[in-house]
């Protein structure tokens, strides 16, 4: 019967996906991070907002007794798209921000850190590329480590080994990286016991 660890047929695979119990551990990071947090925003396309994941950040919020509200891109991700967001969150005053994981961010990310600093909203990413790139925190996997695996399975394809004999390869270590320069320039000052749990701090 096929499985994860031995997918069976022409299949096999890297994840990118955490599981949906990651945005509780996001969310508690951002009421550790920021002091009497209660009105957050995820920021998302439409469809994402739509999914389960989506269900799963709203369920989390629920449970963390914290409002939380889709900031939504439209179905264009753009940088106008972005602008049109962030103009809103600073007229509602929303306390901190938590980005979805969807790849369109990335390709954004320069635009999306800079609007966040200027807009002074604590922003959690879901990726560290976005923290390198001077956004405030991010607890992720490392993708340079699932760019490797990738790579692996496919030189032992190229070698002879069936698709469906090499098992799923799904993260399992998450890192808390935290930018402390953007914490200093947004006026925020995180908890010393958030800063010694972090692997990564970026002076």
Do not use: C
């Amino acid at each position: 019967m096929p499985s994860i660890a031995r997918p069976g047929g022409n299949i096999t695979g890297v994840s990118v996906d955490g599981g949906l119990e990651l945005y509780g551990k996001r969310l508690g990071l951002l009421v550790e991070a920021v002091p009497k947090v209660s009105h957050v925003h995820y920021l998302a396309s439409n469809l994402h907002w739509g999914r389960p994941t989506g269900a799963a950040a709203r369920e989390a919020a629920r449970r963390a007794g914290i409002s939380l509200t889709g900031a939504l891109l439209g179905t264009t991700v753009n940088e106008a798209a972005y602008q049109r967001v962030f103009h809103s969150m600073e007229q509602d005053h929303v306390d901190a921000l938590l980005v979805s994981e969807e790849a369109e961010h990335l390709t954004h990310r320069v635009a999306l850190v800079e609007l966040a600093a200027k807009s002074r909203i604590p922003t959690l990413y879901p990726y560290r590329e976005f923290v390198e790139a001077g956004g405030l925190m991010a607890y992720s996997i490392d993708l340079t480590d699932v760019y490797r695996r990738v790579a692996s399975q496919i030189a032992e394809i190229l070698k002879g080994t069936r698709p469906g004999d090499i098992p799923f390869y799904q993260p399992t270590r998450f890192d808390l990286t935290i930018n402390l320069k953007t914490a200093n320039a947004i006026g925020l000052e995180l908890p010393p016991t958030l800063l010694a749990r972090a692997d990564n701090v970026i002076e």
